[in-house]
């Protein structure tokens, strides 16, 4: 079966793509976050504590 994936609607280019996350005790998050995967883009939607969030920065995480 073939996945399809939304196309991202702040540029109309892009798709978004879903990543997966552990929680603190090891516990899979599937699908946290979605990213647009144009890289001009950069549209983000996550979940933190339960607390959504659109549009922070990308960044590359220290851990």
């Keep these: ?3 399809v994936f939304p196309g991202c609607q702040k540029c109309n280019k892009g798709l978004l793509l879903p990543l997966s996350d552990y929680g603190r005790d ?3 998050i599937t ?3 979605w990213v647009c995967n144009n890289p001009d883009c950069g549209f983000n939607i996550r979940i933190d504590n339960g607390e959504i969030s659109v549009g922070r920065d990308i960044s590359t ?3």
């Design 1 to 3: 079966m073939e996945k």
């Design 26 to 28: 090891g516990a899979p």
């Design 31 to 33: 699908y946290k976050a």
């Design 61 to 63: 995480s220290v851990k």
